[in-house]
């Protein structure tokens, strides 16, 4: 029953984050600069909103890896920074996702619980923003921010990747 409760807040989480994101249908405009930088801060907020879910409740596997992504997220963020600077856009700063909501709550779960929507919640984040950089980089508006796409996607790539095997694996 849990199982089935992960499943349905991460297809929410994806159906929400898809309308604030603009998910795009094939044939429509490519996101402009100022929408991917939106979306990676948006993508970076909810990977440190991980970190603040841990503490709650989560084992030293989860909090480790919460903690790394939440570094990454910080240092991906300088570099959007310096890019976002030299384009002089200015990103629209949404509705924070909360990153509690995509997780089982910690009243409501044990451990195995917790750890697999722990990693079922990342999957959908990670796609969003790899489909996000991906239709940009098919009309990239901006050099500096294309080549920035250019290196983030091979790591997020990854990452999604190791996310997906550890949640078959738990």
């Known amino acids: 029953m849990r199982v089935l409760a992960v499943l349905i807040l991460a297809f929410i989480n994806t159906a929400a984050l898809a309308d604030s994101t603009g998910e795009r249908k094939p044939g429509e405009r490519s996101p402009t600069a100022i929408e991917v930088i939106s979306g990676v801060y948006n993508f970076s907020r909810f990977q ?3 970190l603040e879910n841990t503490d709650l ?7 480790n890896l919460a903690a790394l992504r939440a570094e990454e997220a910080a240092k ?19 509705k ?4 509690t909501a995509s997780l089982v709550e910690p009243e409501m779960s044990d451990g195995p619980t917790y750890v697999r929507s722990f990693y079922a919640a990342q999957i959908p984040e990670y796609e969003s923003v790899i489909g996000l950089l991906e239709r940009y980089l098919k009309a990239p508006d901006n050099a500096a921010l294309a080549a920035f796409a ?16 550890t949640m078959a694996d738990k």
């Open 150 to 165: 250019r290196e983030q996607l091979p790591m997020l790539r990854s990452q999604v990747r190791d996310a997906e095997r």
């Open 76 to 94: 991906r963020d300088k570099s959007l920074k310096k890019v976002q600077e030299a384009i002089g856009a200015e990103p629209r700063v949404g």
């Open 57 to 63: 409740k989560g084992n030293a596997e989860v909090k």
């Open 48 to 50: 440190q909103g991980l």
């Open 96 to 99: 924070a996702t909360s990153s």
